[in-house]
């Protein structure tokens, strides 16, 4: 489906220099002098770049059909990330080196959406927090307060976090994925 730079609108995708875009944010531009034009920032759901294009008013382009289904992560067989998709049963192998910063926050059993444009995988997203357990961090030294600084601690899946000093190993953590960081105590 064809659409103008007329239609655009934030979240929408786009196939543009054979790679898909998601438009992140745009402005239709009118000078003084010259033509109407669209500055916009895309984001490629295939690498993650983002990039600014510009485009003549009324410029066409092929609308990305992308889809997203809910799938459960089930296991890492050591070159592959399995997944498995709520509704139909069906499993979905996804690389490694494909899964980016996902990989940091997955739990076996926990709910993703992965985002495919026909076959192509092109993204996993995880929820917007997730709670992990704390697998190692230097014990807390009585004396030391809550708001009196941070230290790392290694969450179960490999991440690595600031924490508040009274976090000891074996705690259960509330972690934004968007930035990585604490949140609470679960």
């Known amino acids: 489906m064809s659409i103008s730079t007329a239609d655009f609108k934030n979240g929408l995708t786009i196939e543009v220099d054979h790679a898909i875009w998601r438009i992140v944010e745009f402005q239709h531009v009118k000078p ?19 990039q600014e294009k510009t485009f003549r008013a009324g410029a066409k382009m092929e609308l ?27 499993q979905v192998s ?25 076959n192509e995988i092109l993204g996993v997203e995880v929820p917007n927090t997730v709670t992990l357990e704390v697998a190692e961090t230097e014990p807390g030294i009585r004396g030391d307060t809550a708001t009196g600084g941070s230290k790392p601690a290694t ?32």
């Open 64 to 90: 990305a059909e992308i889809s997203q289904a809910k799938m459960q992560y089930l296991y890492n067989d050591g070159t592959n990330y399995v997944f498995m998709n709520t509704e139909t049963y069906d």
């Open 94 to 118: 996804i690389p490694n080196e494909s899964m980016k910063n996902a990989a940091k926050y997955l739990l076996e059993n926990m709910e993703v959406t992965v985002t495919s444009f026909g």
């Open 155 to 186: 969450m179960e899946t490999g991440l690595v976090v600031q924490v508040p000093f009274f976090v000891n190993a074996g705690d259960k953590l509330i972690i934004n994925t968007q930035e990585g960081s604490y949140v609470s105590r679960a």
């Open 32 to 50: 003084g002098k010259g033509g109407a034009f669209v500055r916009s920032k895309l984001k490629n759901l295939r690498t993650g770049a983002v």
